[in-house]
T-cell receptor, first 117, second 114 residues
Framework: AQKITQTQPGMFVQEKEAVTLDCTYD???????LFWYKQPSSGEMIFLIY????DEQNATEGRYSLNFQKARKSANLVISASQLGDSAMYFC??????????????WGLGTSLAVNP | DARVTQTPRHKVTEMGQEVTMRCQPI?????VFWYRQTMMQGLELLAY????????DSGMPKDRFSAEMPDATLATLKIQPSEPRDSAVYFC????????????FGPGTRLTVL
């Protein structure tokens, strides 16, 4: 079973509007971390934002915020005031912490976001 | 501005040739990850190291791929012999192994095997 699900293969948003990219996860761990990365057409993978499972506040980084709903196991990325440069693939990833030293990430398949002028 | 560096950025080679990709992790990071990204398979973890010791290489085809960390500033991924199906973008990432343990990615090596 997929542990990270990104149900939106592609999204469109008008410049300056907000957009929410969905991510749901599946884990039986109590301790885990959730990440969002951006991959523009240039190919680099850029870290955007992190949420720990015990963090009480939703993470925010500039125009990015993570809408963390633990009971629903969702970690949606919200981009406010979209810009043309936000057009990219966005990946959600999870690290489960009960695996001891194993710090590897489980990745979603990504959502392609296009920002229209 | 600390970054992960990877060389070469692009590599075109013929089937059967050896390919070596290099990665310099961010200074002070003690975990290094090798990923492969293709359109069909998405992002796959090939191998990962902590303190230069391999912790997980279950995602790596053992017959032709090998990964090493000869020292803390260099990680290598070798393919011998290369095959057309190895064509992909290979990313190296490093992390501090503490706190959020965020992985920071290098720019990738785009490999084409003809």
């Amino acid at each position: 079973a997929q542990k990270i699900t990104q149900t939106q293969p592609g999204m469109f948003v008008q410049e300056k509007e907000a957009v929410t990219l969905d991510c749901t996860y599946d884990t039986s761990d109590q301790s885990y971390g959730l990440f969002w990365y951006k991959q523009p057409s240039s190919g680099e993978m850029i870290f955007l934002i992190y949420q720990g499972s015990y963090d009480e506040q939703n993470a925010t980084e500039g125009r990015y915020s993570l809408n963390f709903q633990k009971a629903r196991k969702s970690a949606n990325l919200v981009i406010s005031a979209s810009q043309l440069g936000d057009s990219a693939m966005y990946f959600c990833a999870m690290r489960e912490d009960n695996a001891g030293n194993n710090r590897k990430l489980i990745w979603g398949l990504g959502t392609s976001l296009a920002v229209n002028p | 501005d600390a970054r992960v560096t990877q060389t070469p950025r692009h590599k075109v080679t013929e089937m059967g040739q050896e390919v070596t990709m290099r990665c310099q992790p961010i200074l002070g990071h003690n975990t290094v990850f090798w990923y492969r990204q293709t359109m069909m398979q998405g992002l796959e973890l090939l191998a990962y190291f902590r303190n230069r010791a391999p912790l997980d290489d279950s995602g790596m085809p053992k017959d032709r791929f090998s990964a090493e960390m000869p020292d803390a500033t260099l990680a290598t991924l070798k393919i011998q012999p290369s095959e057309p199906r190895d064509s992909a973008v290979y990313f190296c990432a490093s992390g501090p192994s503490q706190g959020a343990d965020t992985q920071y990615f290098g720019p990738g090596t785009r490999l084409t095997v003809l």
